[in-house]
């Protein structure tokens, strides 16, 4: 069932002489602005803005009509952050404004999502040479004051798989190292030479010297690049940018498709593509948080974790681990549990993690996660018989399968689900079944 949450708006956007006022909902309390002043790269903001705008109205796979126009907008306390998913799920967006690019006041820290309607696009597309763009940020309304420009205000639906895709893709990327860095000539040259939209292809990018080549198969130190067309919403930015990093996991010859970063900077603005491992697969199906949610004092650890969180552009992991006295390993399962709130995101270009807060409920991350509750209902039926250390029996139905713990701490499973996707899309819930109930008799 597709649920929807919906947010109501103070008054409708409009636009006049002075700008654009864009309306958003939500924010930490009634009338607060989280941010006022000018953006010192008019062009390269409105384009980045404009390219996350672009992802959240695209379906990579089996294209329709957009399903949803709504950024999600955070206020730190130095910079502002704009996110988006694409409609299929496959491709998550988003725009850093660091420091360097506001000129303003941040006046109080907070999260929304905005409505931007296809007239602020038009206006924001205008912005050319010394146009200013002076934003407003708060839940009464995004004030982008442009040259031109109307947007007509609407009520939201935030599509419930986006939380679930903010939960999966802050897991995956934790495990990103950087890659490559390519000068933004050679970054021009390699997207310029890249397969067009409809190419559904798993390539690997290999540094070459200052570029990237492409190759088939992957070997060590390769980055996935799964669909390339989906890097399209890069262009916009492109003639602004000084460099382009890519990000990914660590592979090996025999490696099957994994998720990437590709990430524009400016110096001033951060614009990261992060893919999905295949164009057809969704983050919301990819099981990344699973094992950490599945942890029996993960939301405990959860509770405790939130109330230590602060604003600061990067959470210092090792510093919340003494502070809550908890291992690394539980801190990173609580920042889990908290991003299946949206509480917490990934930031690559800074290996670190950073605070949102988004109007949903911690609660939801069982109900959104069909795999994790049909594991707890297994351990709690006593369908788990713990046989060795490394060896599990899992009654499930009619069925009867044999959990293994590999050398590695990861577990296999006979259950035709593993045997598809072999730990690709995270634990079955079978295994899942077993680390609950391990974790129980702990």
């Not at 607060?32 to 384009?47: C, D, E, I, K």
């Not at 407003?136 to 009520?155: C, I, N, Q, W, Y």
């Not at 060896?391 to 050398?407: D, K, N, Q, W």
Request: glycine fraction near 10%.
């Amino acid at each position: 069932m597709n649920v929807v949450q919906e947010f109501r708006y103070l008054a409708p956007s409009t636009a006049g002489a002075s700008g654009v006022a864009l309306q958003t909902s939500g924010g930490p309390s009634p009338n607060p602005s989280f941010f006022t002043g000018f953006l010192t790269t008019p062009p390269a903001a409105a384009a980045g803005l404009l390219a996350v705008a672009d992802v959240a109205r695209t379906r990579y796979f089996q294209p329709r009509d957009p399903a949803s126009l709504d950024p999600v907008v955070t206020a730190g306390t130095d910079r502002l952050r704009f996110e988006s998913f694409s409609g299929c799920c496959g491709v998550y967006a988003r725009l850093d404004a660091l420091p360097e690019a506001l000129d303003g006041e941040l006046l109080a820290h907070g999260t929304t999502n905005v409505d931007v309607n296809p007239p602020l696009r038009e206006a924001l597309a205008r912005i050319a040479g010394l146009d200013p763009l002076h934003l407003r940020v708060g839940p009464d309304a995004l004030t982008a004051s442009t040259p031109t420009g109307t947007v007509v205000e609407k009520k939201v639906p935030l599509p419930p798989r986006w939380l679930r895709g903010f939960a999966e893709v802050h897991v995956l990327s934790s495990a990103f190292d950087l890659r490559a860095e390519l000068p933004s000539a050679q970054a021009a040259a390699f997207l310029r030479r890249l397969p067009g939209a409809g190419d559904r292809s798993v390539l690997w990018a290999v540094p070459a010297g200052p570029s990237l080549r492409l190759t088939s198969r992957p070997v060590p130190g390769a980055v996935c690049l799964a669909g390339a067309g989906r890097l399209a919403a890069l262009n916009g930015l492109l003639r602004h940018a000084t460099a382009l990093r890519v990000y990914g996991p660590p592979v090996t010859a025999g490696s099957p498709p994994v998720a990437s970063a590709w990430e524009l900077t400016t110096g001033a603005l951060r614009l990261t593509l992060t893919l999905s491992p295949e164009p057809h697969r969704g983050f919301s199906g990819e099981g990344a948080a699973l094992t950490a949610l599945a942890a029996d004092e993960v939301t405990d650890d959860a509770d405790l974790v939130s109330a230590l969180l602060s604003w600061d552009p990067a959470i210092d992991v090792g510093a919340l681990s003494d502070a809550a006295g908890l291992p690394p390993a539980r801190v990173r399962a609580a920042l889990a549990q908290l991003g299946t709130a949206g509480r917490v995101g990934y930031d690559v270009g800074e290996a670190a993690y950073f605070h949102r807060v988004m109007p949903y409920d911690a609660a939801r991350a069982e109900r959104d996660n069909p795999r994790l509750a049909g594991a707890r209902a297994l351990a709690e039926a006593g369908a788990v018989v713990l046989d060795s250390p490394t060896t599990a029996t899992v009654h499930s139905g009619e069925e009867t399968y044999r959990v293994r713990r590999l050398p590695d701490d990861t577990l296999t499973c006979t259950c035709p689900w593993w045997g598809k996707h072999r730990g690709t899309r995270g634990p079955c819930k079978h295994a899942l079944a077993v680390t609950i109930t391990a974790g129980a008799g702990a």
